[in-house]
DNA sequence: GCCGTTTTCGGCCCGACTGTTTTCAGTCG
């Protein structure tokens, strides 16, 4: 994906560029490479160089190496600069607690070119002449070599995906309030919050008005807990059984806003937030706003946006992408949240599903209070075993419990409306499965003049050009494992499109990964209205 | 290199923790 790759070489130059000691030429490298993975599906405008020079920390001289990369497939001045310093120390430099300074001085004074060379360097105690350079760090550096994974993996690499992120952070959560650790509060926050679709560590923020250090200590004996990274005061970080890195902060309750904005991030959300507290002559930081002496609690989030004059920004969108813009145009959208979701549609389930397959979902439902399910059958399956959608349709109840049960069809675009007019289903959803290439086979109405409902499975493959996506709700999911995303999903929300929200349930239980759904989709810019389930009825006839 | 309800030039977020230091530099988020 292109515009992958170019961060990866804005990201490159930006390491290089602290290696030189250049100022704040870095930031502006790495801000612009965040931008373009922020969405990295949304390919198309790179295409169009006015469209990317209106990004966010894209100037003039990156919209034309991004050009420069698109014509010629490289970027002349990072060839320039890598021909200044060995490849190898850019591997060194990403090592725990090593920084520019650090590699550049390895280089400098011990001719280091890479790994094997330091590694050579602090066999023979040569670090050991080095002035700041005393046992305590050469053990430490000693570590960071050991905990490089043999395969090279540096520990940027694993990135958890979002909902194992969040299976992760429950848990924790549930066992650190289950210590007598004095603790008002705790949350998570970080990219978690953000609902990132992948989450590098766990940031966790606690309120006490005890001990701080009692929360620590009790924090850093949790049973998942392998290491303890660092601890002090306010701050610890621990790395977890299975590698994953948590960050704990610890707050006074009157600071709780001020905190859970700095801890959610992004980065970028942050620097705007700070730098438009300095614009009105206000200093921000994790604490609270102040204004000269006065000091401003800020116990809630929207106490802090509210100081700045700003409106409440849901997490998902905080990132910098526009929002802020948005904002101050007054055309935040309201974006979708959990408690919108009226009900789950994209529960696959067998042609055998009988009305006593059904109690635990309708109890689960109940429970979430939503008002609808819908069961998902494919024509192969129901043929298979000889099952009509009709006969389904009168085994099981239109209504339980107050939550009305809806049938759809899964056709693939290869197998068409196969088996609709006999047995219309509520919904009919088409995937991309089998798409024949050439693109000859974008859906369309059936034979029944009918229109296929939503387009589901975006992890299958792209539609064919031309695919009626205004006719058609597109399928944003969170499985157990993964985030399933309509290539440009956000574009296509600014633009109106309209979207299935899933969680694609394989157990009751599941449901419940609807708010995490949510959350995606608010990531997305995805509005309330603008979703199927979030209709009262899912089924009726949409607005033109 | 980017960017502008103080600016098209001159700024660029802010603090915690650690190790090696008598006041701070480097790294990290």
Redesign the pocket.
């Known amino acids: 994906m292109a515009n992958e790759e170019i961060a990866r070489i804005f990201y490159e130059i930006a390491d290089l560029l602290d290696l030189e000691g250049v ?3 870095p930031e ?2 790495r801000r ?1 490479a965040r931008t373009l993975e922020q969405f990295p599906s949304e390919v198309r405008s790179l295409k169009d160089p006015s469209a990317v020079r209106a990004l ?8 034309s190496k991004i050009e420069e990369y698109r014509s010629t497939g490289k970027v002349l ?1 990072l060839e320039r600069l890598r021909e200044k310093w060995p490849p190898g120390l850019l591997e060194i430099m990403r ?9 550049r001085r390895f280089h400098e004074e011990l001719a280091i070119r890479d790994l094997a060379d330091l590694k050579a360097a602090l066999e023979a105690g040569k670090l050991d002449h080095l ?7 050469v053990e ?1 550096l000693r570590q960071a070599l050991s905990h490089r994974p043999p395969g090279g993996a540096s520990r940027s690499g694993g990135r958890l995906p979002l909902p194992e992120a969040q299976r992760i952070a429950d848990e924790l959560l549930a066992s650190f309030r289950a210590t007598k650790a004095p603790v008002d509060r705790v949350v998570y926050a970080g990219s978690l919050r953000r609902r990132r679709e992948d989450v590098g ?1 766990l ?1 966790l923020l606690a309120t006490t008005r005890g001990d701080p250090r009692a929360v620590m200590e009790a924090f850093c004996h949790l049973p998942p807990v392998r290491e303890v990274r ?6 610890t970080t621990v790395i977890l059984d299975g590698g994953l ?1 948590v ?1 704990l902060r610890v707050v006074a309750p009157e600071a709780f806003g001020a905190a859970w904005v700095y801890f959610t991030g992004s ?1 970028d959300h ?2 705007r937030l ?2 438009l ?4 002559g206000m ?4 604490y609270g706003l102040t204004r000269g002496e006065g000091r401003t609690d800020s116990p809630t989030e929207e106490a802090v946006y509210g100081a700045l004059g700003l409106p409440f920004i849901p997490p998902e969108l905080r990132e910098d992408q526009g929002e802020f813009e948005a904002a ?1 145009a007054g055309r935040l959208p309201r974006v979708v949240q959990p408690g919108d979701l009226k009900g789950e549609l994209h529960i696959h389930v067998p042609a055998s599903f009988g009305p006593e397959d059904l109690d635990p979902w309708v109890r689960e439902a109940r429970d979430l209070q939503l008002r609808f399910l819908g069961f998902v059958f494919r024509p192969e399956d129901l043929s298979a075993s000889s099952t009509r959608l009709g006969e389904i349709r009168q085994r099981l109840p239109g209504r339980k419990g107050g939550v009305r049960i809806l049938l759809a069809l899964e056709t693939s675009l290869s197998t068409g409306e196969k088996g609709l007019p006999d047995d219309p289903p509520d919904l009919w959803f088409v995937r991309p499965g089998g798409a024949r290439k050439g693109g000859t086979t974008a859906p369309g109405p059936g034979a029944s003049g009918r229109w296929p409902d939503v387009q589901v499975h975006p992890e299958e493959g792209p539609f064919p050009p031309g695919s009626p996506k205004d006719r058609l709700a597109l399928e944003l999911a969170v499985g157990p494992r993964e985030v399933y995303l309509p290539p440009g999903a956000r574009a296509l929300a600014e633009g109106g499109a309209l979207f299935l929200l899933s969680a694609r349930p394989r157990l009751p239980e599941e449901l419940r990964r609807l708010s995490l759904v949510a959350g995606v989709g608010a990531r997305h810019w995805v509005c309330g209205d603008q979703v199927l389930n979030a209709r009262e009825d899912p089924v009726g006839r949409r607005p033109a």
């Open positions: 100022r704040f030429k502006a490298y612009a966010p920390g894209i100037g003039e001289a990156l919209s001045y090592l725990e607690g090593v920084g520019p300074k650090t590699t002035p700041g350079f005393k046992a305590r760090k430490l560590d940031d660092l601890s002090g005061e306010t701050k890195q960050d980065k942050n620097i700070r730098t507290a300095q614009q009105k200093k921000m930081n994790e101050a």
